[in-house]
């Protein structure tokens, strides 16, 4: 399964695809989601409602994002792979961070939720056949395609990851 192409990707989404080391988009996934699980289970509980700036989200906003942008990104990859030619809108992760609630859920629920969606996402991925990795659409007004975001969703959390380490621990 090689890596995408990205002359088939948004610009906005390379960075994200750069920081995924395997080439391979099942071993990436499947590896990312434990080490991913203990970096979370590891934040001390104190750290978690933590905003490094003022307007910034705390590590719980930072993880419904996450959440929920695997959802979106996911239903992409699935439309993709169904040859669905409608467009799909974008999100504004901003808006969806402000009215989340985050700071009101119980952080081992989060992570559960995380395992959940994340599993769900494994499972579809790995049903996709190398037509429907190639498969492509419109999301947010420009052309992608399923394979590469898979690999945009691995390079998202690594991302936060990254994010979270440098500015909030």
Not at 136 to 145: E, H, Q, R
Request: charged content about 30%; hydrophobic content about 35%; overall charge negative.
């Amino acid at each position: 399964m090689p890596r995408p192409d990205l002359t088939r990707v948004p610009d906005f989404y390379h960075n994200y695809i750069k920081q995924v080391e395997e080439n391979d988009l099942m071993e990436a996934l499947t590896k990312q989601t434990p080490s991913f699980i203990q970096f979370l289970k590891d934040i001390p509980a104190d750290k978690r409602d933590y905003r490094y700036a003022e307007g910034k989200w705390t590590i719980k906003e930072a993880l419904q994002h996450i959440i929920d942008a695997e959802r979106i990104f996911a239903y992409r990859g699935l439309c993709f792979a169904r040859k669905d030619t409608t467009p799909l809108p974008s999100f504004d992760e901003n808006s969806y961070a402000a009215n989340s609630k985050a700071d009101k859920r119980n952080w081992e629920e989060l992570v559960e939720e995380f395992k959940a969606v994340r599993k769900s996402t494994e499972i579809m991925f790995g049903s996709f056949d190398e037509e429907q990795l190639e498969s492509a659409g419109t999301a947010s007004g420009k052309s992608n395609y399923s394979r590469a975001i898979g690999f945009i969703l691995v390079g998202h959390v690594n991302h936060h990851v990254k994010v979270i380490r440098e500015r909030y621990m």
